[in-house]
């Protein structure tokens, strides 16, 4: 079976300061995965997608970005932390040509 | 573009009544699928059913259901048996067919489920 994972599950960090959450997806191969964020009472934002190795799309400009160093793993980073950076970000992956996505438990950021 | 609407931002139901939590949305794509997600207080968002828009049959899981209505871009879902444990946040979602489709999704809505 296929599980996915994200670490930290929670963050607190200065503003101004970096960031590194991180990704992983057990169980499969060439899976497309997705970072997405969720401000306090929102939907999902997508932020990036990643169809391969390498292979970074992002949806929104902003302070962050993604990158993809192995087949099941994918990170998102920000070398400068904005008070609007804060929320609750989630990771999820699908099979490839498939159209369900499964979500990780996600990590909750907050910036001060 | 695509948009995803929840005009419910919160609903209650009382233990084994039945519950719809509604959705519209808007899209050019004449290919596509509708799902709703649930978040409990943990933030886990849960796959809970998905709709493919080219069938005509509404999709079923359990007690979930949804009444698809294509021309009237409606996707509603309906709760039967109400548990407990269906205390959620509630996310309706639309993601065009092809690869590496993005989700868009609603703002929720926050169902409390009582004795």
């Known amino acids: 079976s296929q599980t996915i994972h994200q670490w930290p599950a929670t963050l607190v960090q200065p503003v101004g300061s970096p960031l590194s959450l991180e990704c992983t997806v057990e169980?499969?191969?060439?899976?497309?995965l997705y970072w997405y964020r969720q401000a306090a009472g929102r939907g999902l934002q997508l932020l990036f997608y990643?169809?391969?190795?390498?292979?970074i799309s992002s949806e929104v400009p902003q302070n962050l970005s993604a990158s993809r160093p192995q087949d099941r793993q994918f990170i998102l980073s920000s070398k400068k932390l904005l008070l609007s950076d804060s929320g609750f970000y989630l990771c999820?992956?699908?099979?490839?040509?498939?159209?369900?996505?499964?979500f990780g438990p996600g990590t909750r950021l907050t910036v001060t | 573009a695509q948009t995803v609407t929840q005009s419910q931002p919160e609903m209650s139901v009382q233990e084994a009544e039945t519950v719809t939590l509604s959705c519209t949305y808007d899209t050019s794509e004449n290919n596509y699928y509708l799902f709703w997600y649930k978040q409990p207080p943990s933030r886990q968002m849960i796959l809970v059913i998905r709709?493919?828009?080219?069938?005509?049959q509404n999709a079923t899981e359990n007690r979930f259901s949804v009444n698809f209505q294509k021309a009237a871009k409606s996707f509603s879902l309906k709760i039967s048996d109400s548990q407990l444990g269906d205390t959620a946040m509630y996310f309706c979602?639309?993601?065009?067919?092809?690869?590496?489709?993005?989700?868009?999704f609603g703002t929720g809505t926050r169902l409390q489920v009582t004795l």
């Open positions: 709709q493919e828009a080219y069938k005509q």
């Open positions: 990643s169809v391969g190795i390498g292979q």
């Open positions: 979602a639309l993601r065009a067919t092809g690869t590496a489709s993005k989700l868009t």
């Open positions: 169980g499969t191969s060439n899976p497309n």
């Open positions: 999820a992956w699908e099979r490839e040509g498939e159209n369900e996505q499964y």
